[in-house]
């Protein structure tokens, strides 16, 4: 400030100059930024979206303005260039931020923008986006891989897709079971972690089984990811093994050695092994058959054609040992014609009656010796062998 001192008749008197009496100061930009923050929301990998951003001068002096640069690289934004870089009092220019992502991860960045302004020469302004979530999808949800022989083994693919509209981060993976029959043969694509999915990408992860033992097998694979509506997601597995068939293939040689009172038909295992119109109760018959090990039915009709006394007397033999003696256990009867199947492997006869063996050694004064030489006995409804005019009989028996 200037004073001017002026010497008058009565006292000096200072005024100011006329300079300080509403000069301007020295001329000055101000920078602004308008957004002061851009968020571009959710936007799914391989679109994009842009922000347009003002730069105004508030100043009173010429405002300089570099071009606009990012905080940090990162290919996903464009930076377009300035309107103008130069801006008088009062005047604006615009750049357009542009983020395209390509990858996962949300967006968490800036943009600066440098100018001559003294109190403010760099502003930034905070970039931020997300991605939309990704969405897991497991197939199949459930596997049973039926039955298996112990020591054989077989597999199948699980396939792990990412159906939502951005990045999967499948980040750890567990299977669970009860004991090791089951596991994963093949992790595929996640066979490290964390693995990313993009949109429409899938993978294969192979489970097997391989029972070592005839029980049954459970266990479960368990996929966690980001996907923040499925905690956890994946499939549940059931087996169940089979112990190796000790018959396959053994054969053992079975004879048959039988007579009845008087006409008998006869099947085992539900085949018909005679035809009918046997007559004669002192009539000895053999039939023989190499017999795969297992269960096996024999089934007999007694019929007597003369009287109303009918009775069955039989033994077999495995591989020469006699195994199975009417009169013995094992043996059952039918008092009245039975169902069709009576004769089937598979039939039921736990309801019918036990016979019992005749008490006379000799019914009628006459014995098959040969089969009493074997251990049989007649078998009937009651002891004193008498009484009955058919026979349904039937021998469940096993070749060891």
Known sequence: ???????????????????????????????????????????????????????????????????????????????????????????????????????????????????????????????????????????????????????????????????????????????????????????????????????????????????????????????FSDDPDTYEAGTTFTGQGEDPDPCDGFTQHVKLTLTADDAWEGWLDGVSFNAPGQYGWDTIDTLEWDLACGDHALALYATDTAQVIAGVLAAIEVEGTVTFVSGGSGWTMYDTSPPADWTDIAFDDSAWHVPEACGDTSPWGSTPQPLYDLGARWIWWTSDCRDLGEAWVRLNFTVP
């Not at 760099?122 to 891989?145: A, R």
């Not at 089951?182 to 693995?195: E, F, I, N, S």
């Open 1 to 223: 400030m200037m004073w001017l001192i002026a010497c008058t008749e009565n006292e000096l008197v200072a005024k100011e100059s006329p300079a300080d009496e509403g000069l301007p100061t020295d001329d000055a930009p101000d920078i602004e930024v308008s957004p002061a923050r851009v968020h571009f929301g959710e936007v799914a990998l391989g679109s994009e979206n842009s922000a347009t951003i003002t730069v105004t001068n508030a100043g009173s002096g010429t405002l300089l303005v570099d071009s606009p640069r990012l905080a940090s690289n990162n290919a996903d934004l464009a930076v377009s260039a300035l309107g103008s870089s130069m801006l008088a009092a009062g005047a604006s220019t615009d750049f357009v931020v542009t983020w395209e992502p390509a990858d996962g991860g949300s967006l968490d960045n800036a943009v600066l923008v440098d100018s001559n302004d003294a109190d403010e020469p760099s502003v930034e302004v905070p970039l931020g986006g997300t991605l939309p979530s990704g969405e897991i999808e497991v197939t199949p949800s459930t596997y049973d891989f039926g039955t298996v022989a112990v020591g054989a083994s077989t597999s199948t693919p699980v396939t792990v897709s990412n159906v939502g509209e951005g990045p999967l981060t499948v980040s750890s993976l567990r299977f669970d079971a009860t004991d090791t029959d089951l596991g994963v043969l093949d992790y595929g694509g996640l066979a490290l972690l964390p693995a990313v999915l993009a949109p429409g990408d899938s993978t294969v992860v192979t489970v097997s089984y391989a029972p070592s033992d005839g029980s049954g097998d459970e266990g479960t694979l368990g996929i």
